[in-house]
């Protein structure tokens, strides 16, 4: 008997088999600040190392991930929308560079069809999303502008208000969307651009809805009725954006997963840490490189104790229960403190699947939640833009 016809095929792995999808990964902080290197591996317990890069993208057999745009939310003046605005631009032209860099790794995405076609072809799907309004500002046209330097969908806000939305994690302002916020999510209808409502108010969610004229994406958000987090959305509104059509893509950062208990010493040492670097956001690039070196020594020998898939997948049980298995997905926010115990960086996301399977979740149901449903929406999206 011929040799060859009698050895196994390699078996494929359901992880590998299905197309998955990332929502949220905040890497161009990283390509910005460390000019890390997307063709080379890199490692996340060193200091100032980056949770993914296109090798270990393949390694964690994940086809697609949303590189975003993030602007801290600053000064709302004219001057400071521009400089919003042009700090944008910049980071949208550093994801270009890092995906052009390697063509046979990676290309920029677009459309909802891109991912599978890309996917066919074994090369990493990037896609841009704007994490927070404020490099818009106040001109509307800078709507179509973002649309067509590739961002597909805008997260209204982040952790403070701006002029399109109040936020979760801020007092009261325009009580939900302002005025021009109603602009904003209108525009975004109508070019096609996916409306994130994670971090955003409870009532500037509940405004969307009832404005939005096709179904919104959370990118990156868990379930506060699991973690009780403003950041975390309750089960009226995973049951009010479901009924929209919508998916929520749960979201492994440890604070919004489960209220992990440190030990005394390490509470001490943060403690320490957090005085000696408060108002971290407002600090020089300087100030910053040195308040990472203090924090990478804390870990090293106070390791922070994460939440695990486990805790993580719990979200998705709690969110599958209340909204169905069609409106689920997943969001990690690597590389903006995203991150768990056994899975640390984009290398280790099979272990998702892994903890599915293990709780009986079907191949069907597993593939629905890392990318099917997402792209349901992501194309209804498509569908009712006007052209
Ligand atoms: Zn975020």
């Known amino acids: 008997m011929n040799k060859q016809a009698i050895q196994k095929q390699p078996e494929i792995s359901l992880h590998q088999r ?34 993914v890069d ?33 700090k944008a631009e910049k980071i949208v032209a550093a994801i270009y560079q890092s995906v052009e860099q390697y063509p046979e790794l990676a290309a920029i995405a677009t459309t909802a069809a891109d991912a599978e076609i890309l996917a066919a072809v074994g090369k990493r799907a990037i896609y841009i999303g704007l994490e927070n309004g404020y490099p818009i500002g106040t001109d509307i046209s800078k709507i179509s502008t973002f649309y067509d330097l590739g961002a597909r969908y805008i997260t ?20 939900g969307l302002s005025d021009f916020g109603r ?46 987090h403003a950041r975390n959305m309750d089960d009226d509104m995973l049951q009010a954006l479901a009924a929209d059509g919508g998916v929520v ?37 300087e100030q910053k490189a040195l308040a990472r070196i203090d924090y990478h ?22 969110m599958v229960k209340i909204m169905g298995i069609d409106h689920v997905g997943i969001g990690t926010d690597f590389d903006g403190g995203g991150g768990l115990a056994d899975c640390y960086d984009v290398s280790e996301l099979e272990n998702f699947t892994l903890e599915l399977v293990r709780r ?19 194309r209804a999206v498509e569908t009712g833009a006007v052209k």
């Open 18 to 51: 299905i197309l998955t999808i990332d929502t949220h990964a905040d890497t161009p902080i990283q390509l910005m600040r460390f000019n890390d290197d997307m063709g080379i591996r890199g490692d996340a317990r060193k200091i100032n190392g980056g949770q």
């Open 297 to 318: 020594k804390m870990e090293q020998e106070f390791p922070e104790k994460l939440a695990t898939v486990a805790d993580a997948v719990d979200h998705i049980d709690h």
């Open 249 to 285: 893509q749960m979201c492994i950062l440890g604070h919004y997963v489960k209220e992990v208990v440190q030990s005394a010493e390490r509470d001490s040492v943060y403690r320490a840490y957090k005085e000696k670097w408060d108002k971290y956001d407002d600090r020089t690039e």
């Open 54 to 86: 296109f090798i270990r993208m393949a390694e964690g057999g994940l086809d697609a991930s949303f590189f975003a745009v993030f602007l801290g939310q600053g000064d709302r003046s004219p001057e400071g929308n521009d400089q919003a605005y042009r």
């Open 183 to 228: 602009q904003v999510v209108v525009e975004m209808n109508r070019l096609g651009m996916m409306v994130d409502v994670s971090h955003i108010s409870d009532l500037s969610f509940y405004d969307v809805l009832e404005l939005t004229d096709v179904p919104v994406i959370a990118s990156h958000s868990c379930a506060r009725a699991i973690r009780d």
């Open 360 to 378: 009986g979740y079907s191949e069907e149901d597993i593939a629905k939640i890392w990318g099917g449903n997402l792209l349901r929406v992501f």
């Open 156 to 175: 209204l806000c982040h952790t403070k208000n701006n002029d399109i939305c109040d936020s979760s994690t801020d007092t009261a302002e325009h009580g």
